[in-house]
């Protein structure tokens, strides 16, 4: 009789640890959840990161505050600027005179003077002319490609305001984007695009931490290629009949970065 009572109770044991597990390990995700982890430290670093906030409960010391009051980022050391800076872009940036002397590629790193309102949108308009890269068959296709991935989507890939967000098979974007081809775009200094990217407009918001200090203007260079198509014009690494502000390269071969402030 003992017997079968330790076999009931120990299929009842077994049941409930079933049941358990079930509850525990079928967890799915959703919302604020990722749902069950069967190894968190696949999935959850157990080393401390620079400037990379990463608690979990699970395998990382202490409470949310301690840790963020440890790894939380923090500003530079005063009068140091970071590794590829690259300030005004003088002539030969990239090139190098000395053997030992190492490369590197301007990053998006650079000073900008001008405030996110309305008087530091106007001077930038009226301040930033000249695009310090020339205009190459390179840099063209690197903005074509960059266009597409964080303009088009809104702007069209044509740049007329018609993008993927706002097709008429039930898009969702609120309110027309601009138009980047039309006549009023056409004539804007460099310094009005470049001032949207790097502090946002309306309700396009700023794309400086994604597009490094050459990629904003080679995106530049390819907006005013879809004007020059818009407009009959001509705009390559050989002539430019849309402007007179923004200079092809001609028959250089080198890197536009070499090019930059020539």
Same mark, same amino acid.
């Given at each position: 009789?003992?017997?079968?009572?330790?076999?009931?109770?120990?299929?009842?044991?077994?049941?409930?640890?079933?049941?358990?597990?079930?509850?525990?390990?079928?967890?799915?995700?959703?919302?604020?959840?990722?749902?069950?982890?069967?190894?968190?430290?696949?999935?959850?670093?157990?080393?401390?990161?620079?400037?990379?906030?990463?608690?979990?409960?699970?395998?990382?010391?202490?409470?949310?505050?301690?840790?963020?009051?440890?790894?939380?980022?923090?500003?530079?050391?005063?009068?140091?600027?970071?590794?590829?800076?690259?300030?005004?872009?003088?002539?030969?940036?990239?090139?190098?005179?000395?053997?030992?002397?190492?490369?590197?590629?301007?990053?998006?790193?650079?000073?900008?003077?001008?405030?996110?309102?309305?008087?530091?949108?106007?001077?930038?308009?009226?301040?930033?002319?000249?695009?310090?890269?020339?205009?190459?068959?390179?840099?063209?296709?690197?903005?074509?490609?960059?266009? %597409?991935?964080?303009?088009?989507?809104?702007?069209?890939?044509?740049?007329?305001?018609?993008?993927?967000?706002?097709?008429?098979?039930?898009?969702?974007?609120?309110?027309?984007?601009?138009?980047?081809?039309?006549?009023?775009?056409?004539?804007?200094?460099?310094?009005?695009?470049?001032?949207?990217?790097?502090?946002?407009?309306?309700?396009?918001?700023?794309?400086?931490?994604?597009?490094?200090?050459?990629?904003?203007?080679?995106?530049?260079?390819?907006?005013?290629?879809?004007?020059?198509?818009?407009? %009959?014009?001509?705009?390559?690494?050989?002539?430019?009949?849309?402007?007179?502000? %923004?200079?092809?390269?001609? %028959?250089?071969?080198?890197?536009?970065?070499?090019?930059?402030?020539?």
């Amino acid at each position: 009789m003992l017997s079968k009572m330790n076999r009931v109770k120990q299929h009842i044991y077994t049941i409930a640890f079933v049941a358990m597990l079930a509850v525990t390990s079928c967890q799915q995700p959703g919302g604020n959840s990722t749902g069950s982890e069967f190894m968190p430290d696949m999935a959850h670093s157990i080393a401390y990161e620079a400037n990379y906030y990463n608690y979990y409960y699970n395998n990382t010391w202490g409470s949310k505050d301690e840790y963020y009051a440890f790894v939380q980022p923090r500003l530079p050391v005063a009068g140091t600027i970071p590794r590829g800076f690259a300030g005004e872009m003088p002539s030969g940036y990239a090139e190098s005179d000395q053997s030992n002397s190492i490369v590197i590629p301007p990053n998006g790193s650079v000073p900008y003077y001008y405030d996110n309102d309305d008087a530091g949108r106007e001077k930038a308009i009226a301040e930033i002319i000249d695009n310090p890269f020339p205009i190459t068959t390179e840099g063209l296709r690197r903005g074509k490609e960059l266009y %597409d991935i964080f303009c088009g989507i809104c702007h069209g890939e044509k740049g007329d305001g018609v993008g993927y967000l706002v097709r008429e098979d039930g898009g969702v974007y609120p309110v027309q984007p601009a138009i980047l081809t039309n006549e009023d775009f056409t004539a804007a200094s460099n310094g009005r695009i470049y001032h949207s990217i790097m502090h946002g407009i309306n309700l396009m918001g700023p794309y400086k931490d994604k597009l490094s200090y050459e990629e904003r203007w080679q995106v530049i260079h390819y907006i005013r290629s879809l004007q020059a198509v818009a407009n %009959d014009k001509i705009y390559d690494q050989y002539t430019n009949t849309l402007n007179t502000v %923004d200079k092809p390269a001609g %028959d250089a071969t080198t890197d536009a970065i070499s090019q930059a402030g020539n």
